[in-house]
């Protein structure tokens, strides 16, 4: 793809300290999808404000524009973060417990709290975990709708779907040690809740991107790659907001854990079989 047009400003972009550079690199990604179909991709063909990628093959030309999840920038994640470490850094005394009897612990909080509230919680923890069986799940009295479980080392991770942090602890140099949860002696796990507000607003952007386009090629037609969490949820709020995008965007295509392609009515099937393409693995 060296010969493409526009790559030198997407390869420059990989190296940018922010969220650009993962941003950069699913554009890439899906312009090497349809370059392995064997059509011709053109980066922003457009210029600034207007779609990532130019497609032409099979007789047609749809213009792109990609758009991913910055969940690392959401506020929740940011709470969620702060709430985990100040349990975490208030809770050193239990991991020694923990780690003296090979056992780990995993806690699951409903929602974010105040830095106030972990040492309420880990005083909570500090009480009971001693009257606690191994792999007997409890409530969580200090955060409303919360649980806690005791857990052998070598038992698998218990909260999967969840947010997590956890702390690993270097206790001596130049020995390696595995990113494992067995080495986690507390694991800190939030509900996951998606962030709809914001992928309206990823949606409703790269609308405009698209209606820009038409600005400047009045037969513009085009479609959006979404990249997102909470596939069936995404693609709700992506069907009952698919009417409020441009008429010349002619599908959205969701990549997810539950990826789905949602088009227009009126659109052909070459248009929505190449549309498609960025939706494969």
């Not at 005791?150 to 997590?164: N, T």
Request: glycine share 4%.
């Amino acid at each position: 793809m060296r010969e493409i047009t526009g790559i030198q400003e997407q390869i420059r972009r990989l190296g940018v300290a922010s969220h650009e550079s993962l941003d950069t690199e699913l554009v890439i990604r899906i312009a090497i999808k349809y370059h392995r179909a064997g059509c011709k991709v053109t980066f922003e063909p457009n210029g600034k404000g207007c779609s990532d990628l130019s497609i032409n093959g099979r007789g047609l030309q749809l213009y792109c524009e990609v758009k991913r999840e910055n969940r690392m920038e959401h506020q929740r994640i940011k709470s969620v973060m702060r709430a985990s470490q100040a349990v975490l850094n208030s809770a050193r005394e239990i991991v020694r417990w923990l780690e003296d009897r090979n056992l780990r612990m995993e806690i699951r909080f409903s929602r974010s709290f105040a830095d106030n509230v972990a040492a309420t919680v880990v005083q909570e923890l500090r009480d009971h975990i001693g009257n606690l069986a191994v792999n007997c799940e409890e409530n969580l009295q200090s955060v409303a709708g919360s649980r806690w479980i005791v857990l052998r080392r070598s038992d698998p991770e218990f909260y999967r779907s969840a947010i997590r942090s956890a702390q690993i602890e270097i206790k001596q140099s130049n020995v390696a040690v595995q990113v494992a949860v067995h080495n986690m002696p507390i694991v800190v796990a939030f509900d996951r809740k998606p962030n709809l507000r914001a992928l309206l607003q990823r949606l409703r952007k790269a609308g405009r991107q698209l209606e820009n386009d038409r600005v400047k090629d009045p037969r513009a037609l085009g479609f959006i790659v979404l990249e997102t969490s909470h596939g069936e949820l995404a693609r709700d709020a992506v069907s009952e907001n698919f009417e409020n995008l441009p008429s010349n965007c002619i599908a959205v295509v969701l990549r997810s854990d539950v990826s789905t392609l949602i088009a227009r009515q009126d659109a052909s099937a070459q248009n929505i079989e190449i549309a498609s393409v960025g939706g494969t693995p």
